[in-house]
T-cell receptor
Framework: QKEVEQNSGPLSVPEGAIASLNCTYS??????FFWYRQYSGKSPELIMS??SNGDKEDGRFTAQLNKASQYVSLLIRDSQPSDSATYLC????????????WGAGTKLIIKP | KAGVTQTPRYLIKTRGQQVTLSCSPI?????VSWYQQTPGQGLQFLFE???????NKGNFPGRFSGRQFSNSRSEMNVSTLELGDSALYLC?????????????FGPGTRLTVT
């Protein structure tokens, strides 16, 4: 079983709608969770960090964490074509000196 | 504060040659991680260095090696290049364990092996 799993997509969402991206993880001891955005041919960029159960909002982005169910999600409101990218979920592994374990990423396509 | 820098940005090498890539972390970051990314693939972890010591290593052959200097700058080396080594090589730095664990990436070095 992979330690961090994401649906590879592509996930196609109409412009202006809410995009919902999900990530599940296997390490119950994980305390922090990260979402990165990667445009084609570019390097990943950190967009959200979440440490506590519940929701964390930053502009059009909301990260949701449910430690009991071991999933973290990213919602993008009012999706724009510029949000089209691959979104990577990352979770530190306590067993590896907190090296980040990465999901394979979900490709998001926003249709104008 | 300046971000992570990587040199060179692009590189073309021939099979059998060796290559050295360089990474300068964000000032104050002592942890440097290296990743390989091929088209359509996720991030494949190579190794991580902290205070000149390799703390973690991914599942790559011994042709892939790295080191870190006392100023936290890091280099990775690939010897006896193979066609399959063509990829985007990413370096990321972190404050961990001196601060938050999140990583910040450089622009990457795109290596093409012919």
């Amino acid at each position: 079983q992979k330690e961090v799993e994401q649906n590879s997509g592509p996930l196609s969402v109409p412009e202006g709608a809410i995009a919902s991206l999900n990530c599940t993880y296997s390490d119950r001891g994980s305390q922090s969770f990260f979402w990165y955005r990667q445009y084609s041919g570019k390097s990943p960029e950190l967009i959200m960090s979440i440490y506590s159960n519940g929701d964390k909002e930053d502009g059009r982005f909301t990260a949701q964490l449910n430690k009991a169910s071991q999933y973290v999600s990213l919602l993008i409101r009012d999706s724009q074509p510029s949000d089209s990218a691959t979104y990577l979920c990352a979770v530190p592994s306590a067993g590896s000196n907190y090296q980040l374990i990465w999901g394979a990423g979900t490709k998001l396509i926003i249709k104008p | 504060k300046a971000g992570v820098t990587q040199t060179p940005r692009y590189l073309i090498k021939t099979r059998g040659q060796q290559v050295t890539l360089s990474c300068s972390p964000i000032s104050g970051h002592r942890s440097v991680s290296w990743y390989q990314q091929t088209p359509g693939q996720g991030l494949q972890f190579l190794f991580e260095y902290f205070s000149e010591t390799q703390r973690n290593k991914g599942n790559f052959p011994g042709r892939f090696s790295g080191r870190q200097f006392s100023n936290s700058r890091s280099e990775m080396n690939v010897s006896t290049l193979e066609l399959g080594d063509s990829a985007l090589y990413l370096c990321a730095s972190s404050l961990w364990p001196d601060g938050p664990v999140e990583q910040y990436f450089g622009p990457g070095t795109r290596l093409t092996v012919t």
